[in-house]
């Protein structure tokens, strides 16, 4: 049972690495001013956390996990490094303004939720498909 635990751990420090990575050089596009954008972006992180946490209960080598398990292994790397760099944003994204620290920390904390939702959704669907 250790080794989906460390391949869900990994999966989730590779998600990390990703997202980084995409708002230390896409971050000027993400953070756009007006109602609109900031909509948009908060819906593309909720779609993106659900489908990701579906997503991770069909792997094969995670499956034992159960889909809710599997999704809270990948998340909490995730968390734990985001909240530090979130608490120093200025520091690992300084062409930001350091004011969206906020709304950083709050999307993070969004597509996340929403992936354990995800997780939640494919294991109650696969618990419903065995018992049924």
């Not at 819906?43 to 956390?49: E, N, R």
């Not at 530090?84 to 597509?111: E, I, R, T």
């Amino acid at each position: 049972m250790l080794r989906p635990v460390l391949i869900a751990i990994a999966a989730g420090l590779a998600l990390t690495v990703l997202l980084f990575a995409i708002f230390l050089w896409l971050g000027p596009l993400f953070f756009l001013d007006g109602r609109r954008p900031f909509q948009i972006n908060f819906t593309v992180g909720a779609l993106a956390g659900l489908v990701i946490g579906l997503l991770l209960a069909r792997l094969h080598r995670l499956a034992p996990l159960g889909g809710l398990r599997t999704a809270a292994f990948v998340a909490i790397p995730g968390l734990l490094v985001m909240a530090a760099v979130g608490s120093h944003f200025q520091v690992f994204f300084p062409a930001l303004d350091p004011a969206l620290d906020k709304v950083y920390g709050s999307w993070m904390l969004w597509f996340y939720g929403f992936m354990l939702i995800g997780g939640a959704i494919a294991e109650a669907k696969g618990k419903n498909k065995h018992q049924g």
